[in-house]
C-alpha cells in the first residue's frame, strides 16, 4: 500500500493542478438534465445550456457516500443506452445483527481482535471489531463485498493456533479458563467468551462437551447479519454497468460508439487498500488513451 506522506489534499491539490495545466473547463453547479446521441456524437442539454461532443466518459462514481453527492445517475445513462447493469449493494461496510440478537453480542461491543473471517471458500485474515450495531473492521469489511442478505459469517478468532492443543497442554492446571484465555485474547474479550459459553472452570474441570463448545466458539464463531449500515457507511459500491458491455482495452460501450464509463460506476470493486483508487485512475488513463 502507498500512503500520501501529506494530507489528502496533496492528491486533489496534484489533480486540480494537472487539470488546469492540460486547459481543463469545469463547470462547477450544473445538472445534466438530457443527454441525446447525435450523428457526430452526444448532445448534453444541460443548466448551463447545451454542449456538445464527439465523446462522451460517464465517471459518476456509485451510490456509496450519498451526503458528498452520490446518486445512481450513471445507471441511469447506461440503461438510457440499454446497457446492463449489475444490481448495486454497498461494499466496504459494516454489517448489522438483528436487534433482537443484539442483547447476545453487548459485551463484545467495542472489541477489536485479528481474526479469519470467512464466507464460503473467501477469507481474510485481519482485525475484526464488534460495535454496538454489529461488526465492523478491515475484516468485515472486506467480507462485506461477497456477503448477501441470508449468508452466515464464519470467524476464526484464533487463526494462527489450536484452542483445544493449548489447553491440553495444560489440562491439570486449575487455572481459571477466563484467566488462560487472556494469554491470547484481551481479558475483556476472555471474559466475554466465557459469558458467551456460560461457564468458567479450572482447566483441570473441563468436560468433553465444555471442550467442544469452546473450539467451536473461537474457531468457528458463527453470525448471521441482518444487514448492513448502508451506503452511508460504505466506501464503495457493488455492481453497476457490466463489464461485458465494455471493451477491455479502454472502457467505451460495445454497441454505442464514445460512450465511455469508467470508475465506480462500472462493475469492478476492489479490495481495501487503494485497489478502488487504483481502479478508478486506470481506468480513466485507459479510457483516455484512446482520445
Known amino acids: 500500500q502507498l500512503f500520501c506522506d501529506d494530507k489528502s489534499q496533496a492528491i486533489i491539490d496534484l489533480l486540480d493542478h494537472l487539470c488546469q495545466e492540460n486547459h481543463v473547463q469545469r463547470k462547477m453547479n450544473t445538472s445534466v438534465l438530457k443527454i441525446d446521441k447525435t450523428t457526430t456524437g452526444f448532445e448534453l442539454s444541460t443548466t448551463q445550456g447545451s454542449f456538445n461532443c464527439a465523446k462522451l466518459v460517464i465517471a459518476t ?10 446518486t445512481g445517475f450513471g445507471y441511469q445513462i447506461a440503461q438510457q443506452f440499454n446497457l446492463n447493469v449489475i444490481p448495486t449493494a454497498p461494499a466496504l461496510v459494516p454489517l448489522t445483527i438483528a436487534p433482537q440478537d443484539l442483547p447476545n453480542y453487548t459485551q463484545l461491543a467495542g472489541i477489536s481482535f485479528l481474526s479469519e473471517t470467512s464466507l464460503g471458500k473467501i477469507k481474510f485474515i485481519e482485525n475484526s471489531l464488534f460495535t454496538h450495531r454489529g461488526l465492523s473492521g478491515p475484516a468485515i469489511l472486506q467480507i462485506s463485498s461477497y ?3 441470508g449468508n452466515k459469517i464464519n470467524i476464526n478468532l484464533l487463526p494462527s493456533q489450536n484452542i483445544i ?4 497442554h495444560q489440562r491439570s492446571s486449575n487455572k481459571l479458563l477466563s484467566n488462560f484465555l487472556s494469554n491470547y485474547f484481551s481479558q475483556k474479550l476472555s471474559h466475554s467468551l466465557c459469558d458467551l459459553l456460560r461457564f468458567d472452570p479450572p482447566l483441570s474441570q473441563l468436560s ?3 471442550l467442544s463448545a469452546i473450539e467451536k466458539l473461537i474457531h468457528n464463531f458463527q453470525i448471521c447479519p441482518s444487514g448492513s449500515e448502508g451506503y452511508k457507511k460504505a ?3 457493488r455492481g453497476g454497468v457490466d463489464t461485458n458491455e465494455l471493451n477491455s482495452k479502454d472502457l467505451q460501450s460495445k454497441h454505442v460508439a464514445g460512450l465511455y464509463f469508467i470508475g465506480e460506476v462500472v462493475d469492478v470493486t476492489g479490495w481495501l487498500g487503494g485497489y478502488n483508487f487504483q481502479w478508478a485512475w486506470s481506468s480513466a488513463y485507459a479510457a483516455a488513451s484512446n482520445f
Not at 462514481?61 to 452520490?70: D, E, K, N, R, V
Not at 492443543?165 to 491440553?168: D, N, Y
Open 235 to 237: 466506501e464503495v459500491t
Open 147 to 149: 456477503w448477501n442478505p
Open 208 to 210: 468433553k462437551t465444555q
Open 165 to 168: 492443543e493449548l489447553i491440553q
Open 61 to 70: 462514481g456509485g451510490l456509496a457516500i450519498p451526503q458528498i453527492g452520490a
